[in-house]
């Protein structure tokens, strides 16, 4: 599995769009990136997913350059309730397909102030 | 979407004693369910992947014998902490998939927190 590196924590503000960078300079051919938030005391939830370019659903938005080595996470007009702690993780669906564990590195602890 | 329920939300017991955490898949069938801790301030590490009908897989350092894994339907796993001491304080997260959903596509319990005295 390819290692990913997160910036440990950031800040901003309420109505501010924030963007989270990941490196996964190992990634594989086969290998997504995927997001996961997590809140205090609660399980990790999925944000988004993609391989290349730019993704985009309802919460977030995933942009992936050429080389696939980084990825940045977009939350758009943040609020306080986004303060959660949101880890990118890489690997293979070919691969895993749902049978293998994920491995979660530190993580960036994202913290919103009014 | 598909919702993974933990039962129970949180749990303290005293040093010596054995505790049974459930996670069920309630609107899917879990092929898979993944056992992880997370200790405070710390990331998910995970413990154990559990199939349906057959043994547990542990993670390198995960006592077997210690934490009991049990995934007798395609619904329900259970964890079991035997002999719990005060180091196995922790917040105990799972998770399911399903068969032919593609990796990284896990659905999460809620967790469950517990706490040895």
């Given at each position: 599995l390819a290692k990913t590196t997160q910036p440990i924590s950031m800040d901003s503000y309420e109505g501010q769009e924030v963007n989270i960078t990941c490196s996964?300079?190992?990634?594989?051919?086969n290998d997504y990136i995927t997001w996961y938030q997590q809140f205090p005391s609660q399980g990790p939830r999925f944000i988004i997913q993609g391989y290349k370019t730019k993704v985009t659903n309802e919460v977030a938005s995933l942009f992936i350059p050429a080389d696939r080595k980084s990825s940045t996470l977009s939350l758009p007009r943040v609020s306080l309730s986004d303060t959660a702690v949101y880890y990118c993780l890489v690997g293979d669906p070919l691969k895993g397909g749902g049978a293998d564990g994920l491995t979660f590195g530190k993580g960036t602890h994202l913290i919103i102030q009014p | 979407g598909a919702v993974v329920s933990q039962h129970p939300s949180w749990v303290i017991c005293k040093s010596g004693t054995s505790v049974k955490i459930e996670c069920r898949s309630l609107d899917f069938q879990a092929t898979t369910m993944f056992w992880y801790r997370q200790f405070p301030k710390q990331s998910l590490m995970l413990m154990a992947t559990s199939n349906e009908g057959s043994k547990a897989t542990y993670e390198q350092g995960v006592e077997k014998d210690k934490f009991l894994i049990n995934h007798a339907s395609l619904t329900l796993s259970t964890l079991t902490v035997t002999s719990a001491h005060p180091e196995d304080s922790s917040f105990y997260i799972c998770s399911a998939s399903s068969l032919g959903s593609t990796y990284n596509e896990q659905f999460f319990g809620p967790g469950t927190r517990l706490t040895v005295l």
């Open positions: 996964h300079n190992n990634i594989a051919t | -």
